[in-house]
């Protein structure tokens, strides 16, 4: 059974920085493409980051260059780096396989004042 355990989220202002935790289990998240999401109630769930097997990373515009993905294979665990943090960052943040196969996990809360 997979369980994805999201953490790190928190209360910043703005221009701070976060870094959120995505620890896996039932998958290897090295052989994985990975995601980080996000979703403001009323708002449908965007996708924000992504991470392939070789390791190829892709963002969006509204985070490009603020957000970073990374892996650490040993501890079988996903990071999202956010800095340059926005209150339109505000969100709650969900990492999840692409394709998804599993439900979603109970997400970290990000929010960031102005």
């Known amino acids: 059974q997979v369980q994805l355990v999201e953490s790190g989220g928190g209360l910043v202002q703005a221009g701070g920085s976060l870094r959120l935790s995505c620890a896996a289990s039932?998958?290897?998240?090295?052989?994985?493409?990975m995601g980080w999401y996000r979703q403001d109630p009323g708002k449908q769930r965007e996708l924000v980051a992504s991470?392939?097997?070789?390791?190829?990373?892709n963002y969006p515009d509204s985070v490009k260059g603020r957000f970073t993905i990374s892996r650490d294979n040993a501890k079988n665990t996903v990071y999202l780096q956010m800095n340059s943090l926005k209150p339109e960052d505000t969100a709650v943040y969900y990492c999840?396989?692409?394709?998804?196969?599993?439900?979603w996990g109970q997400g970290t809360q990000v929010t960031v004042s102005s």
């Open positions: 991470i392939t097997i070789d390791g190829s990373t």
């Open positions: 999840a396989c692409i394709p998804r196969t599993h439900s």
């Open positions: 039932g998958i290897i998240v090295r052989v994985r493409t």
